[in-house]
């Protein structure tokens, strides 16, 4: 009993988002008050949504999406069916109302009347010692009910992780509108510039026929990041569970993340992915409940004693009859002799199961060691590389600005600005994206450790 609580406390603290379970000890008050957490609610029909933070946008898609539902209802279904396995270890009582027709027969060819016999009866079963086997059929039921309760606290860091993902490729994609937009501008005052230097016949057309296209390629790449932001919006809104055919506002700005402490050991982090990750746990959780199978299935082969007792009131529709009435008490011994193998087989099943699910334990923790390490790897690159391209950026910005004063100043020329502004413009690119996939890399480090985000988790 003592394994059964830590890993019940387990399964309910490996997630923030999962409440904590009320394993009650009386069948059917189990999960009470607590069907409604993931329901789905009826939202007032309105063209736009507005959402002030990250947090809020997760919690809208952990209460609409389907995936979230669903696995809220298993577990309902799991614990509904732990309360249907504790109930064994109580009596069953059973009602009836008998109504019977009867008459003898008769050698000696005399008149035998009919009889109308009716009345209530009530039966009592209960099992007083079997070897175990409702035991074992409970810690099995309730081992269940844990890995369910892991695989949906994995299915809610999965949505996390989804909203998070699509949500920094928006800014991603956000970024690089912004920064064609600047693009466009910078090339129109160019363009300008050359226009009024070929006025004044300093400049040939070929200049202003090169600016001019310049202008239009700039145009055509920011209608192209336009398009990539719809796409990357839609399918934010479809990670976070809204109908395309809203209008989601999003009315916050993106806090950098903490640097990644150059003190954090990967072996650290590790252990920390092999406590908390909900998938590992479960399947350590489902080889339990296959052992406890297996253990259920071997005492089931031993004898059972049960305690029986019936009760019953007879009544005649014959005049003359008086009602009668009968009771018996006794003890029920049940001898399994001979079940062609059967529950010897589904013993050796069960253990069975439980190497499967012990050898696929080992399997997803290695896969774990390995997303955890890539992740760790990418969140130290693209940290040091935001900083490098940074600086590329700075540069970037310092030269195109040399060069525009080179050319203004008649020193330069026009090849030299554009091709700076087109440096320029790579930098703004790559500076949005640097930011975008850092943000990914501290999200997918802490969907591979099994961490919900600090700001979610407070709220």
């Known amino acids: ?11 309910c603290g490996v997630a923030q988002a999962a409440p904590a379970p009320d394993l009650s000890v009386q069948p059917g008050a ?7 957490l993931v329901a789905p609610q009826t939202v007032a029909a309105a063209d736009t949504l507005r959402f002030d933070s990250l947090a809020a946008l997760t919690d809208y898609a952990l209460r609409h999406r389907a995936e979230s539902r669903a696995a809220w209802l298993g577990i309902q279904g799991e614990a509904a069916r732990l309360d249907a396995a504790s109930a064994a270890n109580w009596p069953t009582l059973t009602g009836q109302i008998n109504f019977t027709r009867s008459q003898a ?3 000696s060819g005399a008149s035998v009347p009919v009889l109308h016999r009716y009345g209530p009866s009530l039966s009592l079963a209960y099992t007083l010692y079997d070897f175990g086997a409702r035991a074992a059929g409970i810690d099995a039921q309730r081992y269940q009910l844990i890995a369910s309760l892991l695989t949906h606290n994995r299915v809610l860091q999965g949505i996390v992780n989804e909203v998070e993902t699509a949500w920094f490729a928006l800014l991603a994609a956000r970024a690089r509108v912004a920064a064609q937009t600047e693009q466009v501008t910078a090339l129109q005052t160019s363009l300008d510039a050359v226009d009024a230097r070929l006025q004044g016949g300093l400049v040939s057309r070929a200049d202003q026929l090169r600016a001019r296209a310049a202008v239009a390629e700039a145009q055509l790449a920011r209608a192209a990041a336009e398009r990539d932001q719809a796409k990357a919006d839609a399918t934010l809104k479809q990670a976070a569970g809204v109908a395309q055919t809203r209008t989601l506002v999003l009315d916050w700005q993106a806090l950098p993340e903490a640097d990644l402490d150059t003190a954090t050991l990967l072996a650290d982090l590790l252990q920390e992915a092999e406590r908390q990750r909900p998938d590992l746990q479960a399947l350590r959780a489902a080889a339990a409940r296959a052992q406890s199978e297996a253990a259920r299935a071997r005492a089931a082969r031993w004898p059972s004693l049960a305690l029986t007792a019936n009760v019953g009131r007879t009544y005649f529709l014959e005049d003359g009859r008086s009602p009668g009435t009968t009771n018996n008490v006794g003890l029920s011994l049940t001898l399994p002799l001979f079940d062609g193998g ?3 087989a589904e013993a050796r099943a069960a ?4 190497e499967r ?7 997803q923790q290695q896969s774990v060691t390995l997303e955890v390490t890539q992740a760790y ?3 130290r690159y693209t940290q040091s590389a935001r900083a490098g ?3 590329q950026f700075d540069s970037a910005l310092e030269s195109a600005q040399a060069a525009e004063a080179r050319y203004k100043a008649g020193v330069g020329s026009l090849l030299e600005w554009l091709t700076a502004q087109a440096d320029l413009a790579r930098a703004r690119q790559a500076r949005a994206q640097a930011d975008s996939d850092w943000l990914a890399a501290f999200s997918r480090l802490n969907h591979a450790l099994g961490r919900l985000p600090a700001p979610l988790s407070e709220r």
């Open 389 to 391: 391209i940074a600086l």
């Open 357 to 363: 699910f012990e050898a696929e334990a080992e399997a």
């Open 105 to 107: 027969l008769s050698s």
């Open 30 to 36: 189990f999960w009470t008050g607590q069907t409604g």
């Open 1 to 11: 009993m003592k394994i059964l609580s830590t890993l019940l406390l387990l399964a």
């Open 377 to 379: 790897e990418d969140a």
């Open 351 to 354: 253990g069975r199961d439980a």
């Open 342 to 344: 059967r529950l010897a």
